[in-house]
């Protein structure tokens, strides 16, 4: 419980620091936007083939946009030598990264919501037909992208090239996750029930945020000391 | 005496380069011990070691029986780095509020006001720490070090960028901390200050302990005087 509110701590300390300064939502979302309005002239919006490709040019966008976030998560610790003074606290390691997690996380579901409105508007994709399913995938899928942008914006914040070697080491790690989610997305913007093939998709996603959750919590102390 | 903080053969290297070579040194519970030592000779190394923050390749390290990295020693630690360990976009209650939180001190707002208080800050309060002076800063790291009554605090130069009133203020902070038992380890450069307040002092040459010993009337009189007894530099 104690490790608990130490991440909360450190969720809720990330989330006032953007709010106020809102450099990464800011690029983020403006990315995003950018992007689906970009594609939305590249393909012609409305058809069926646009609408089948949609879950895959969403969660490519949420995974670019996801970059930028996660890459001030521990940059933001740098100024002062913040990280110093975390890692000689009482706080361990496992609530730091799961603290940078749940930040990571409602940063990055704000600039899906956002997506999502704009995906809506240019591509003629009713997404809100399955509004508690889509949300739960959101949940689940950017979890385990927040969990492993965490993990390494901690093992790459200190090089000088982090902006460009984060997004090379994370998205060949989340090309499971990902397929999984492109698969129940598509389902869900088609209005197709989830049949047995969407929920073996969902069951590899939940493992793989299992997994991931469970290895990041056990390694933390080596990621973020040694 | 139980001894807060036992260095047996410490060898630290960066790369090939000894930065400690077979450090020994007995902290007893209480004490303050002042450690002296010229530019590079290691200060800042040793207390990061402390403070479980730099891992080290030989010998043993404890710091109240703990390994330094362990979630007790760093529980009781209190540790102000060259870095002022403070964010820049949150107000000074901002970040004094998270770092009694995450240490688990119950009312953590009315602690960190008190803490703001102590050091002068209190009518800085809200203000954002990107529009403090260098001597507010100090202060306000200096407070976060000491906010939840360490029993070992480790303080690399603390005296730097105060004026003679803070100055004034860090030494009483000090005195109060060993009075209520906690044990004190601050590398300066500021002799006359830190040896008004050492019970101990060590001295480090490369890397190497030159001496460690009790603080004497002597090294008060004439603080320079360990340089010139015990360390080569100082000799030439």
Redesign the interface.
């Known amino acids: 419980m104690?490790s608990l509110?130490?991440a909360l701590?450190?969720a809720?300390?990330d989330l006032?620091?953007e709010l106020?300064?809102k450099e990464s939502i800011n690029a983020a979302g403006a990315f995003a936007v950018v992007i689906l309005l970009l594609f939305s002239f590249a393909f012609d919006p409305g058809a069926d083939a646009t609408r089948e490709i949609g879950g895959g040019l969403l969660w490519l966008v949420f995974a670019f946009a996801g970059a930028l976030i996660f890459n001030r998560g521990f940059a933001?610790e740098l100024?002062?030598?913040?990280l110093?003074?975390?890692?000689?606290?009482?706080?361990?390691g496992a609530?730091l990264l799961l603290g940078k997690s749940f930040a990571n996380l409602l940063m990055l579901l704000a600039v899906e919501f956002l997506s999502l409105f704009v995906f809506g508007i240019f591509y003629d994709v009713r997404w809100w037909l399955r509004p508690l399913e889509l949300a739960a995938l959101c949940v689940l899928a950017t979890w385990g992208i927040s969990v492993i942008g965490a993990v390494f914006g901690a093992l790459t914040v200190n090089l000088r090239l982090r902006e460009l070697m984060l997004p090379v080491i994370i998205y060949p790690l989340l090309i499971p996750l990902l397929i999984a989610a492109i698969e129940i997305t598509n389902a869900l913007f088609s209005n197709r029930p989830l049949g047995s093939y969407e929920l073996l998709w969902g069951r590899v996603l939940l493992v793989f945020d299992i997994v991931f959750t469970a290895l990041a919590m056990a390694l933390a102390?080596t990621i973020l000391?040694? | 005496m139980p001894q807060a903080i036992e260095l047996d053969r410490l060898w630290k290297f960066y790369g090939d380069y000894p930065a400690l070579r077979d450090l020994s040194l007995n902290i007893a519970q209480g004490a303050c011990c002042a450690l002296l030592g010229r530019n590079g000779a290691g200060k800042t190394t040793l207390l990061?070691i402390l403070?479980?923050?730099s891992?080290f390749q030989r010998g043993t390290v404890r710091v109240c029986g703990e390994s330094p990295?362990s979630?007790k020693a760093?529980?009781l630690?209190g540790?102000l780095?060259?870095?002022?360990?403070?964010?820049?976009?949150?107000s000074g209650l901002?970040n004094l509020t998270?770092?009694a939180?995450?240490?688990?001190i119950e009312r953590p707002a009315s602690a960190s006001a008190h803490w703001l208080e102590r050091v002068g800050l209190a009518r800085a309060a809200s203000m954002p720490v990107r529009q403090f002076s260098r001597g507010m800063r100090q202060r306000l790291a200096l407070a976060?070090a000491f906010l939840?009554a360490p029993s070992v605090l480790l303080l690399d130069e603390p005296f730097t960028a105060l004026d003679d009133r803070a100055i004034a203020m860090l030494t009483e902070l000090l005195t109060e901390a060993r009075r209520r038992g906690a044990t004190l380890v601050l590398s300066t450069h500021q002799l006359r200050e830190a040896l008004a307040i050492a019970s101990h002092v060590a001295l480090i040459e490369n890397g190497r302990l030159c001496y460690a010993g009790e603080r004497t009337g002597d090294m008060l009189e004439d603080p320079a005087l360990l340089y010139r007894l015990y360390t080569k530099l100082g000799a030439a």
């Open positions: 104690k509110a130490q701590s450190v809720r300390k006032a620091i106020r300064t933001r100024p002062n030598d913040c110093d003074t975390l890692l000689s606290s009482a706080v361990s609530s102390e000391v040694n | 990061r403070a479980g923050l891992p990295r979630e760093r529980r630690n540790f780095g060259h870095g002022i360990g403070v964010y820049e976009d949150l901002e998270f770092f939180r995450v240490a688990g976060r939840h």
